[in-house]
């Protein structure tokens, strides 16, 4: 196969009025710091606004951002980042449920926090915190399979949270409409020259946030474990269009994605470790950093609100190898500073090969 270059980066609040016009300063320094990794062949950017669903028929901001920033040299010792094409799935965040959620009577007043916390994932508009997947490779756009309303009491052993003691809990009738994935779980063929690789891609709830930890911290676990389970040909997932089963298992994939959870954390009870790390079709990897060795936590990849945190990854199948790896995180005090203006997370790269 060659070697080839996976990235994901989580960009902090991108949204449509930043990426439909030129000169966010933000957006150029995201630019810069994808710039300055190893040149991707597959890049993944969370938190992007799908400005699509918010009724904006103009121009997606994926191809936005790659317009308007990517291709752009950011500083001039450095080239712009291109990319042949994009997939962009719809994400559940925004998208109201019609349920009281919450608890807290029902929110259907778009940009309030009672209508976010009513949605099938918080967020305060349609299309915010969704996605984009950039490839240099073609997409095979018939392949692509989603699993956005996949329902959360489909998964086998599922921890819904059912006491009404607690802050934020699912009723009987809630239950059976409510979905599992934060965003979606999108299975992207793409077409490299020696065959296909399915890139699997997702951004579980973050466990402690929105005021609805006791929803998010066991949807997130269930999420993470949820992709475990596909990776594995597992036989209960469906997808979008009702088509049934996980990923065959001589089907080569690389997993990325924010999961919002760290090996360890107690909070999700260590699903990233358990479903996926620990998985037997999962080549591990620990992207590391100099900004973060300086730091003392080396694989973290954001200095998020529990402090510098690992918590994206990019997870290649058995089939391939792992050359190098790293974190976008830098102890030059004048590149650092650009880290810091893009996003709380880092870009986060890992270049294989064989497969």
């Known amino acids: 196969m060659g070697e080839h ?34 040149t991707p062949d597959v890049l993944l950017v969370n938190e992007m606004d799908d400005n699509f669903v918010q009724g904006w028929e103009r121009t ?69 915190y969704a996605m984009a997947l950039y490839s240099r490779f073609p997409i095979d756009a018939d392949g692509v399979r989603t699993f956005r309303e996949f329902r959360w009491t489909d998964l086998p052993r599922h921890r819904i949270p059912t006491d009404s003691d607690g802050d934020v809990y699912l009723t009987a009738d809630e239950r059976e409409r409510f979905r599992l994935p934060a965003k979606t779980v999108a ?12 890139a699997v891609v997702a951004h579980p709830s973050p466990p402690l946030a929105d005021g609805m930890e006791t929803l998010n911290a066991p949807r997130c676990h269930d999420e993470i474990r949820f992709l475990g389970d596909y990776v594995t040909d597992a036989d209960y997932p469906y997808d979008d269009d009702g088509l049934e089963g996980g990923l065959a298992t001589d089907e080569r994939f690389v997993v990325l994605g924010d999961m919002n959870a760290e090996p360890g954390g107690a909070v999700t009870d260590d699903a990233i470790t358990r479903y996926l790390l620990d998985n037997p079709r999962v080549t591990v990897t620990t992207p590391s950093s100099p900004g973060g060795r300086e730091r003392g936590t080396a694989r973290a990849t954001g200095v998020l609100s529990r402090g510098p945190t690992r918590a994206d990854y990019i997870l290649p199948s058995t089939e391939f190898t792992v050359r190098t790896s790293g974190v976008g995180w830098p102890t030059d005090e004048d590149r650092r500073a650009v880290a810091e203006r893009a996003s709380d997370h880092f870009p986060v790269w890992v270049a294989v090969d064989g497969g």
């Open 5 to 38: 270059v996976f990235a994901q980066y989580n960009v902090e609040r991108l949204t449509t009025e930043k990426v439909q016009r030129e000169g966010t300063d933000q957006l150029e320094a995201a630019a810069e710091m994808v710039q300055r990794l190893p």
């Open 60 to 128: 997606h901001n994926a191809a936005a951002f790659l317009e308007n920033y990517l291709r752009t040299p950011q500083v001039p010792d450095l080239q712009g980042v291109d990319f042949e094409t994009w997939f962009a799935p719809r994400c559940n965040t925004g998208i109201p449920s019609g349920m009281d959620v919450g608890k807290d009577g029902l929110g259907v007043e778009p940009g309030t926090d009672a209508y976010a916390r009513d949605c099938f994932s918080y967020a305060p508009y349609p299309g915010r």
């Open 187 to 198: 299975d992207v063929p793409i077409e490299f020259p020696t065959g296909t690789v399915h």
